[in-house]
T-cell receptor, first 112, second 115 residues
Framework: KAGVTQTPRYLIKTRGQQVTLSCSPI?????VSWYQQTPGQGLQFLFE???????NKGNFPGRFSGRQFSNSRSEMNVSTLELGDSALYLC???????????FGDGTRLSIL | QQQVKQSPQSLIVQKGGISIINCAYE??????FPWYQQFPGKGPALLIA?????SEKKEGRFTISFNKSAKQFSLHIMDSQPGDSATYFC??????????????FGTGTLLAVQP
């Protein structure tokens, strides 16, 4: 069974641009969550989606948004990029909310 | 109250030794406690998890000990191997208000197992 797939693996952007990251969950998993990982703040919850609905959101500005499609694939978008948005963005999927989450290898976003 | 405190920040253990990583929490609504292992360039991988109705769970060389009254839980890695060298994260989740995937992570422990 294929794991969680995140694309692209690496991205370089400049301040003020916007970016879209993609996540394909494990087959059959309907719940997707996103996390940001940085050396200073560690792993922080961004948001979670189930059945195309955002069920929970972390403490991030409105520049961070996401969505889930009917096939459970998810995207997150960051607009007006800032230097502090440089991070590893991780996607995790589970069969249902509250079930064990399995992470992808992330997208490394660097802001110049 | 949403924090999970993890210690130590780094740990060096000899091959064959026992690695112990500790976590503490404040929020009594937390009711699911997983541990993740992360290698450089990879995402966190679920190792083992426990719910507060049991005090210990063992899977192979990995054991979680849970002390509900002290609001503490720990990961023990028996017979530590160089291949166990990685960063370990504890986490907690509260289902209060309904099922959710919102994990609160500890700050991580960098484990180095020396041959």
């Amino acid at each position: 069974k294929a794991g969680v797939t995140q694309t692209p693996r690496y991205l370089i952007k400049t301040r003020g641009q916007q970016v879209t990251l993609s996540c394909s969950p494990i087959s059959g998993h309907r719940s997707v969550s996103w996390y940001q990982q940085t050396p200073g703040q560690g792993l922080q919850f961004l948001f979670e989606y189930f059945s195309e609905t955002q069920r929970n959101k972390g403490n991030f500005p409105g520049r961070f948004s996401g969505r889930q499609f009917s096939n459970s694939r998810s995207e997150m978008n960051v607009s007006t990029l800032e230097l502090g948005d440089s991070a590893l963005y991780l996607c995790a999927s589970s069969s249902l909310p509250d079930q064990p989450q399995h992470f992808g290898d992330g997208t490394r976003l660097s802001i110049l | 109250q949403q924090q999970v405190k993890q210690s130590p920040q780094s740990l060096i253990v000899q091959k064959g030794g026992i690695s112990i990583i500790n976590c503490a929490y404040e929020n009594t609504a937390f009711d699911y406690f997983p541990w993740y292992q992360q290698f450089p360039g990879k995402g966190p991988a679920l190792l083992i998890a426990i719910r507060p109705d049991v005090s210990e769970k063992k899977e192979g060389r990995f054991t979680i000990s849970f002390n509900k009254s002290a609001k503490q839980f720990s990961l023990h890695i028996m017979d530590s191997q160089p291949g166990d060298s990685a960063t370990y994260f504890c986490a907690a989740l509260s289902r209060y208000g309904g099922a959710t995937n919102k994990l609160i992570f500890g700050t991580g422990t960098l484990l180095a197992v020396q041959p």
